[in-house]
């Protein structure tokens, strides 16, 4: 009698998780650009993605939505940027989004060293500009310290809707000029050269 009211129970125990709307956003790809992308803090309705970034081609992730993301409407978002390798700082970073959805609540943003960001909202988008430079930002509760997290809303995406999140530090002047110096020098060797 025992095992039968055990089993029964399991089976009844079944049932419900199994009539629960699933809710477990997932990563459908990513696109690191040789930078790296953490997405082990994805899943529920919370977009956990930590980037490190060795260069400025930005890096992407793809979430897939299930019903119970549908029905919220939308996801929590929070994230941890770093400049690689130690020493590289940022001084812009972009955020943007797939035409349909938005940043709908744009909360906590702070640097390495206390400061915080300024916050600009651009279309599906945002521009964080750090004064002065950094070599992290922490946005939403990236750190567990009760901040508040960004919101990702949905628009009209619905079960199986894919959004792309995509991560761009922008370069600083200084790296524009540092790149054009380096052209020339390359190409005042190649006409040396070619004179000989």
């Not at 700082?89 to 709908?104: E, M, N, W």
Request: proline share 4%.
């Amino acid at each position: 009698m025992k095992n039968l009211l055990s089993t029964l129970s399991i089976a009844c125990a079944s049932l419900l998780l199994a009539a629960q709307p699933s809710h477990a956003l997932t990563v459908s790809s990513s696109n690191d650009n040789g930078n790296i992308v953490n997405t082990a803090f994805v899943g529920g309705l919370q977009a956990g993605v930590d980037f490190g970034f060795f260069n400025t081609l930005g890096a992407s992730v793809t979430f897939l939505l299930e019903q119970g993301d549908v029905d919220a409407g939308s996801v929590l978002f929070s994230s941890i940027i770093s400049a690689l390798p130690a020493g590289a700082v940022l001084d812009q970073v972009t955020l943007s989004l797939d035409a349909g959805t938005s940043f709908f609540v744009v909360g906590g943003a702070t640097t390495l060293d206390g400061g915080a960001p300024s916050v600009s909202v651009f279309g599906n988008g945002v521009l964080l500009s750090l004064a002065p430079a950094s070599s992290e930002i922490y946005l939403g509760n990236s750190l567990g310290l009760g901040a508040t997290n960004w919101t990702i809303q949905l628009g009209s995406l619905g079960v199986g809707g894919k959004f792309t999140l995509t991560v761009t530090p922008v370069p600083e002047p200084e790296t524009y000029a540092l790149m054009l110096a380096g052209l020339g020098l390359v190409g005042t060797i190649v006409r040396r050269r070619r004179a000989r």
